[in-house]
């Protein structure tokens, strides 16, 4: 397992506002990275100290074993960015905007045509290349804007909030490029997301809050331990299930036709199916999503 990105006791101040208060954390090669938070959390002070935009007051990056501060030319040749404003230009087509992007990397020539039309190709974008990019729609323009951030075939691959703003749909099918890209092309992808069901998708999540970690695991080692589950039982008779839960001080809630206990970890169920198994009609146990987790960690909800 290769450490793409290595973190170490990263702090950052806006004179008294300490927006990074010590970070600790990494990104192994080729995953899905989530990096959560609330509004104000610190997340893009990280990523913008990552990717050499702004200088940490203390601690130590490290990005593909270069060091950011020391070796920020290499580093830059190593990200692809996709901020949440498009920086492209409307009047000018497809083609010459990723162009233009590439050029600036020192690509030219039959290599630089290349490395444009393999950039387009992989975020499904070749049919659009002579099309001017103001009079592509939303989820197409986020697109070639993944594109740009590709032509210099980065190791990993920045994306703040890729699919905010765009119609439900769309986000299906920019979210689908994204996972494509990280699952075909092994490309490690650092993102920041409002929805938590892209978070899911994620091999490792790291939430921040205050300036400091909050949070880290998998989405399912997330989900388990910050998001609750419940277990939902339809009785045979639903006082003699009442009485016995009562009995054994269990905590429940009546719904309409289900009782409904909430549980910690989906195996505590097993004791408490357990000892009411007689009156089980069915059962199912539903597990915390990441919208719960998440409120879970920070007491805050994600969207704005
Ligand atoms: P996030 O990306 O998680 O919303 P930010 O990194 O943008 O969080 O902000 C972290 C904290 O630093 C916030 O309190 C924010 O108001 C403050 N902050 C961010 N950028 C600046 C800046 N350029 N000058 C002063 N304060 C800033």
Not at 13 to 31: I, M, P, Q, R, T
Not at 173 to 184: E, H, P, R
Not at 211 to 225: D, F, H, V, Y
């Amino acid at each position: 397992m290769n450490k793409i990105v290595q973190v170490t006791s990263l702090k950052k101040s806006y004179k008294d506002v300490h927006a990074v208060k010590g970070l600790d954390f990494y990104v192994e090669e080729g995953k899905l990275f989530a990096f959560l938070g609330p509004n104000g959390a610190g997340k893009s002070t990280t990523i913008d100290m990552i990717c050499t935009y702004l200088r940490p007051d203390s601690g130590k990056i490290l990005l593909d074993g270069s060091e950011v501060g020391k070796n920020d030319d290499e580093i830059r040749r190593k990200i692809g960015i996709v901020f949440q404003d498009s920086v492209l230009d409307p009047i000018l087509t497809v083609r010459e905007n990723v162009t233009i992007r590439g050029s600036m990397y020192g690509l030219h020539g039959k290599e630089l045509k290349e490395a444009v039309e393999n950039a387009c190709e992989v975020v499904g974008m070749t049919d659009f290349m002579k099309r001017p990019y103001g009079k592509l729609s939303g989820g197409q323009r986020r697109r070639v804007d993944i594109a740009r951030a590709l032509v210099n075939t980065p190791k990993i691959l920045f994306l703040d909030e890729p699919t905010t703003g765009l119609d439900p749909q769309t986000r299906v099918n920019v979210w689908n490029t994204i996972s494509d890209l990280q699952k075909q092309n092994n490309m490690t992808i650092f993102l920041t997301t409002h929805y938590m069901e892209e978070a899911s998708d994620a091999d490792y999540v790291v939430v921040i809050d205050d300036g400091k970690i909050a949070a880290k695991g998998t989405p399912a080692q997330l989900k388990e331990k910050y998001a609750g589950n419940y277990l939902y039982i339809v009785p045979k008779n639903k006082d003699s299930l009442l009485n016995t839960l009562k009995k054994n001080k269990i905590t429940y809630k009546q719904n309409i036709d289900t009782i409904s206990i909430p549980i910690v970890h989906t195996v505590d169920s097993l004791e408490i199916l357990d000892k009411v198994r007689e009156n089980i009609d069915s059962f199912e146990v539903i597990k915390g999503t990441m919208d719960d987790a998440f409120i879970g960690i920070t007491g805050k909800e994600i969207r704005r």
